[in-house]
RNA sequence: UCCUGCUUAGCUCAGUCGGUAGAGCGGGUGGCUGUUAACCACUAGGUCGGCGGUUCAAGUCCGUCAGCAGGAGCCA
């Protein structure tokens, strides 16, 4: 096995002999001199192999296609043309794996949409190799983050039994013979299935990470989460994944305080590790974003009540196409405004009318808002949801009865009330969408390896 | 599910008022002593998404179906 690419282009000095192995992104011949560069998806950089008439086979390695595997061997000497610092004077290329002639990537930019019918050589493409490096580092400053503060990892299970998730349609996961459906009074008779009772593939794991913040104090969940709602957007996926903190001893405003730490530490971590790659986002992708990451690192969030915010919004004088009024929900345009143009930075929207929130939110003392927060960034809106849970039984009660929920469905999760229950506050972070925020993609389906939206499995 | 838009060469697109199908990139061939979105010349490459209609004549107008994308809703 040679050197990565990454490791080489960082030599300190020239080199007598080296290896290089990866694939032929692009090939230039100018008179006598050819020019292949070579990647292997370590760096954003490719290494330019240099070929003259002294290379044993030169006339048929001029015709390398892009896309071939190959092995290098020469000289590494410092580059006498702008672009790289360093490049290999070849002695010898091994073609490893040749490439047909129907290769759909070439030197030129494809469409994004183009790009998701071929997912398979999709991550052979320059920004993709970009996505998928800043996708492992923003995953390892994920986990970092929560170890270097003490958080334990829950493995949340990812099919559940538990109708008490409702948050969107689920997967239903069955081994039931779909042409010979077992019946009980005319309807299907779960009974037969392979758990007893109706299954699906997990929508978050915060209920089951609230029984173990109640044993660890302080725990996150990271992992596959699916929604089977029939959305075409560029912000939804049915298989994504979710980061979901969950803080014992602890109310809204430690939740707030845990939530800012961590965006601006895996921002700061981004910036840090893939600097070349932020780098070409920001020229290539969106610009602006170097200076969008690293004011956010800088800036110190607010935060502004519900109420206080829909008072904003209506006296801006600003002409929204949905209306503001307290009691509804803002929309992505009000959110914008306030982050974008009012505040200009960060901001966490708090206090939200309990009727437009979830069951689990601890009631605010006016009994018309609930401990939830949000936390909305300039040029994304919502990239946070999180709030304080409700630890007091009879209010957890009502707020079922207030739902329409039936309380013994959420039997041990009113347990954790009556179990030595304690002050607990969490939040969710959707991955895929801080990639894009971190990277600057439009389309969550660019930020996937391998998408899943209505009508797409393929790979 | 609703609304809007798109579908023309391998890819990205242009195609005017309805009148013989175009460019760039990519492929092939040749040229150029250092290129970096290389450049120059030549060349091959088309069921204009499917079906139906209007018309002397449809890539273009109308209807319909399909696929894709975006927006809304829902949310992460």
Redesign the pocket.
């Known amino acids: 096995m040679g050197k990565r690419i990454l490791d080489i282009l960082n030599t300190e000095t020239s080199q007598p002999s080296i290896t290089a192995e990866g694939w032929i992104q ?8 050819t ?1 292949f ?1 070579i990647g292997d998806g370590s760096t954003i950089f490719n290494l ?1 192999a ?1 070929a ?1 008439a002294t290379l044993p086979d030169y006339t048929q390695l001029q ?1 390398v ?2 896309g071939a595997a190959v092995r290098c061997k020469g000289e590494l000497v410092a ?6 610092k360093w ?1 290999l ?1 070849l002695s010898h290329m091994e073609i490893l794996g040749g490439v047909d ?2 290769y ?1 990537l ?6 994004f ?2 790009m ?1 019918t071929i997912a398979h050589v999709r991550p052979r493409a320059r920004t993709f190799q970009a996505v998928f490096r800043v996708r492992h580092a923003l995953q390892m400053a994920v986990h970092r983050f929560f170890d270097e503060q003490g958080f334990i990892q829950v493995h949340t299970p990812i099919i559940t039994a538990s109708d008490c998730e409702g ?2 349609q689920m997967f239903r996961v069955t081994t039931l013979d779909m042409d010979k459906l077992p019946r009980k009074d005319g309807r299907i008779d779960f009974g037969k299935d392979f758990f007893g009772r109706e299954a699906s593939l997990t929508v ?1 794991g915060q209920l089951e990470g609230e029984i173990f913040a109640l044993a660890f104090k302080n725990i996150y969940t990271f992992g596959p ?1 699916f ?1 089977a ?10 298989e ?1 994944w ?1 980061i979901e903190p969950e803080m014992a001893f602890c109310d809204l405003a430690g939740d707030r305080a845990v939530a800012e730490d961590f965006i601006k530490y895996i921002v700061t971590e981004v910036l840090n590790r893939c600097s070349d790659d932020i780098d070409f986002f920001n020229q290539w992708i969106e610009k602006g974003l170097r200076d969008k990451l690293e004011s956010l690192v800088q800036a110190e969030f607010a935060t502004v009540p519900y109420t206080e915010a829909v008072a904003m919004l209506e006296k801006s004088g600003e002409k929204f196409e ?1 209306p503001v009024k307290w009691g509804l ?1 803002l ?3 009000h959110e914008r405004y306030l982050t974008e143009k009012l505040l200009k930075k960060p901001m966490f929207v708090i206090d939200y009318p309990r009727d ?1 929130k ?1 069951f689990y939110m601890r009631l605010n003392d006016d009994e018309k808002t609930v401990a939830a927060m949000d936390l909305l960034v300039p040029r994304v ?5 999180g709030s304080q849970r409700e630890e007091r039984i009879d209010v957890l009660d009502k707020q079922l009865r207030h739902f329409d929920l039936n309380p013994e469905d959420y039997w041990w999760y009113r347990d954790l009330r009556r179990f030595g229950g304690v002050a607990h506050a969490g939040f ?3 991955f ?2 801080m990639l894009m925020y971190v990277t600057g993609m ?4 660019d930020v996937i390896p391998f998408a899943r ?1 209505p ?2 499995a393929e790979f």
Not at 26 to 33: I, M, P
Not at 79 to 84: F, H, I, L, N, R
């Open positions: 692009t090939v230039r011949t100018s008179g006598a001199v020019f560069e330019q240099v003259d015709h296609p892009t580059s006498p043309a702008k672009g790289q490049e004077h002639a129907d759909p070439q030197k030129k930019r494809h469409s949409e183009f998701r948050a969107g978050s989460t929604r709602e029939n959305s075409h957007t560029a912000r939804h996926a049915a994504f979710m949905y929900d929309q992505s345009e437009i979830a809106g919502e990239i946070i949801g969710g972070l959707g895929e969408r439009q389309n969550i389906r939206t009508g797409n």
